[in-house]
């Protein structure tokens, strides 16, 4: 079998849907056996940043691999910063670069798209993946090619793989099947007891779900156990979207002060929390009325379960929710704790767009044709979006990287078939939104909500008054047609759900709502996590 051939195969056995990517002249090979042998359809796009950022989120919403192909030096260079972001936020990437073949690297010539050495690209990578290998020589590339692969499982971070592209159509033996290590279940078991002893004993327990149980697909086993144990169960801000479809004691997204009073008492008052595959980051409790006691917390992430006194290495996330549902009892009653109620009923008048109506009006868009994953950029639409009903959500909530809105859209659509919501406001879609050019060669239709203030907002939140906080009036939806799709700008309530409820009834392409809002309008829950955050950096 061909090297390249071996490699998509290895990723399809592995669990891979698709590669989305851009050629270029190092990666050409590679990509012709791809699209000759049809292993996995392959999606290109425009420009290499949106290639990583639709590629991740692929990865994300399946809990699958997610495949970017790329060429040399100005391709992968190119995704340095959205493979960084799925290194921090613990994304399943894998980064395929084509390279000069083995005999260009020797003849002593600076190669075009090098930089310092030939290896720079790699030592780059280096920083920013969990597994990194070259695939030069026939006799070890089954073996690395497996534990690539098998380390971006296992750890759910990104790995790079680099092919020379004079090595693509060399025959190799097969890449080994994937086996998962040994699980420590005598481990996990004596570590449930202890944190079941711990739950039983706290006034009052709880549960907040981290990243970590989407990148593992246990939300249908989380829900299990929740529902044993029946404690109030809440996510954390990166982990919004998580058990949207499981009926479990979900109360909510944990914000600190710019969340809800009854979710911040449910964690910041809690003597057992028991924080499952939550990464502990500044986004996720950088807003806490006060820092969170971790010496009564529970902390199960990476592979490792951690209590104030001791740590239980070596115990999967899986592995410790198994052992947990095996003894289970109840300790608290589920019905207790009632789902979050968010905001219905837009009234549909003249009155100018606030971004809580937005959330309003998708809500109502929700109840009455359903539901609709969203992909959602950083900004005020991000926080937007917490008011929104609860639906599968993918979004940069720690790196907070501007741009992977429109492109986790279409990588959610790629991978899932599903029509998604994208939300994304105009800066961000002057990075990034042009990818939507692509959706009519591939049949894609989201709906986007484009939040149009002519500024970046948010960053004027945190340093009012300079003037290059102001954008210009691009008129976005104008463009949309050209581009393939259908685009309405609307500066009114009534507008707003009209074109809404005409977006929902056209599948044909694209829809662009060029949402017009005045500059300082923010949601509710920016505006609390400003002013917290504000707070807390002038409190000593």
Not at 209 to 225: D, H, N, S, T
Not at 300 to 322: G, K, Q, S
Not at 431 to 440: D, I, S, V, Y
Not at 513 to 534: C, D, H, P, W, Y
Request: net charge negative; with cysteine; charged share 20%.
């Amino acid at each position: 079998m061909q090297l390249a051939e071996a490699l998509f195969c290895a990723l399809k056995d592995r669990g891979a849907t698709e590669v989305i990517g851009i050629p270029g002249d190092f990666a050409l090979p590679y990509f012709k056996i791809l699209e000759d042998t049809k292993i996995l359809p392959l999606y290109t796009l425009s420009h290499e940043p949106g290639v990583g950022f639709a590629a991740d989120a692929a990865g994300r919403f399946n809990s699958r691999l997610g495949v970017a192909a790329v060429t040399y030096g100005a391709g992968a260079l190119n995704m340095v910063n959205p493979v960084a972001q799925a290194y921090v936020e613990k994304s399943p990437l894998v980064v395929i670069s084509g390279a000069p073949g083995k005999l260009e690297s020797q003849r002593g010539l600076g190669l075009h798209h090098q930089v310092k050495r030939i290896d720079s690209q790699y030592k780059i990578f280096e920083e920013i993946t969990c597994a990194q290998v070259i695939l030069d020589d026939v006799q070890t590339a089954p073996h690395l090619i497996a534990h690539a692969l098998d380390t971006c499982i296992q750890q759910s971070r990104p790995v790079y793989i680099e092919l020379p592209r004079d090595m693509v159509s060399e025959d190799i033996a097969a890449v080994p099947a994937f086996h998962p290590g040994c699980d420590n279940m005598d481990g996990a078991r004596a570590c449930a007891e202890e944190v079941l002893e711990h739950l039983r004993a706290a006034k009052q327990p709880c549960i907040m779900a981290g990243v970590e149980i989407r990148r593992f697909g246990l939300e249908k086993k989380l829900a299990e156990l929740t529902n044993i144990l029946g404690v109030p169960v809440v996510t954390s801000f990166m982990a919004r979207g998580i058990l949207a479809d499981s009926e479990v004691p979900l109360i909510g997204t944990y914000l600190g002060l710019a969340g809800t009073e009854k979710v911040r008492k449910a964690v910041e008052r809690s003597d057992g929390l028991l924080m499952l595959g939550v990464i502990l980051s500044d986004t996720n409790f950088g807003v806490s009325k006060r820092e969170i006691d971790m010496r009564a917390c529970v902390h199960a992430f990476d592979r490792e379960v951690n209590f104030a006194h001791h740590t239980y290495r070596e115990v999967t996330l899986e592995c410790l929710i198994e052992a947990l549902i095996e003894i289970a009892q109840p300790i608290g009653d589920a019905k207790r704790h009632p789902a979050p109620v968010y905001p219905r009923n837009l009234s549909a008048d003249d009155k100018a767009i606030a971004p809580t109506d937005i959330a309003c009006a998708v809500n109502d868009m929700f109840a009455k044709h359903g539901k609709m994953p969203i992909a959602s950029d950083m900004g005020d639409c991000l926080f937007t979006a917490m008011d929104i009903a609860n639906t599968a959500l993918i979004a940069p909530g720690y790196y907070a990287s501007m741009g992977p809105g429109v492109p986790a859209g279409l990588g959610i659509q790629a991978t899932s078939g599903k029509r998604p919501l994208i939300m994304v406001g105009d800066g961000a879609f002057q990075m990034t939104g042009w990818e939507l050019g692509n959706c009519r060669q591939y049949g894609w239709n989201p709906i986007v909500l484009l939040f149009n203030n002519r500024s970046w907002e948010m960053l004027r939140t945190f340093q009012p008054g300079p003037d290059y906080h102001d954008l210009d009036d691009w008129k976005f939806a104008q463009m949309a047609a050209p581009m393939g799709g259908k685009g309405v700008r609307v500066t009114t309530r009534k507008e707003l759900i009209e074109a809404l409820e005409a977006a929902q009834n056209d599948t044909s392409c694209f829809q662009l709502i060029e949402i017009m809002l005045e500059r300082g309008e923010i949601s509710q829950t920016l505006n609390r996590f400003v002013n917290a955050v504000k707070r807390l950096s002038t409190t000593k």
